[in-house]
């Protein structure tokens, strides 16, 4: 009965002396200026049915250096998350530990497909990136249903087929022209 009129006095007291500063009132700043949002320039793409308008942001692409720390930006939390998965698979965790981290992957997988398409790519790199996220999205039914699996081999069985879409050898292209070391999962 007496924590809630003690946080009450704590946070009156809080209340209180913040406004009762010995110093000068000094007038508030300024608003940093609003920065225009980047130009947008609108790709015309016709398809089979019709045509397609997507606008872009008319960034300047990355320089190498640039582009090869973003690219192990983005793929390091995917990377951790379907080694922790692996390693809970091999190890034997339970199915609901098993499902959990499943999930994660696909999460993980989702917010680098998401990053992927964000990055203004240097434009040797965009092909081979553009063909990661295909794989990627591939990968993504097979993960989501394995999070919702009914058995360990059923939650197995659709992890290895979301890893027949690893992206394996457009991640090795992407890293060759981007001057990166090649991948080694036992380095984090």
Not at 13 to 22: E, I, M, N
Not at 124 to 139: G, H, I, N, Y
Request: charged share 20%; aromatic share 2%.
């Amino acid at each position: 009965m007496h924590r809630p009129l003690a946080a009450l006095a704590v946070a009156a007291l809080v209340a209180v002396s913040g406004c009762s500063d010995p110093r000068p009132q000094q007038p508030p700043r300024p608003a940093p200026p609003v920065q225009p949002p980047a130009p947008v320039t609108t790709t015309v793409t016709p398809t089979s049915t019709g045509t397609t308008l997507s606008p872009t942001p008319s960034t300047p692409p990355l320089t190498r250096e640039q582009a090869a720390k973003r690219y192990l930006a983005i793929v390091r939390p995917y990377n951790q998350t379907l080694e922790r998965l692996e390693r809970a698979i091999n190890s034997g965790e339970p199915l609901p530990t098993l499902k959990t981290l499943a999930a994660q992957v696909a999460e993980a997988n989702a917010t680098r497909i998401r990053q992927f398409q964000e990055t203004p790519w240097p434009a040797d790199v965009r092909a081979p990136v553009q063909e990661l996220v295909a794989q990627a999205r591939s990968a993504m039914g097979p993960l989501h249903q394995a999070a919702t699996a009914k058995t360990r081999e059923e939650l197995v069985s659709l992890v290895l087929r979301a890893g027949r879409h690893d992206g394996a050898r457009q991640a090795a292209e992407i890293r060759k022209r981007l001057k990166l070391s090649q991948y080694d999962e036992e380095v984090p």
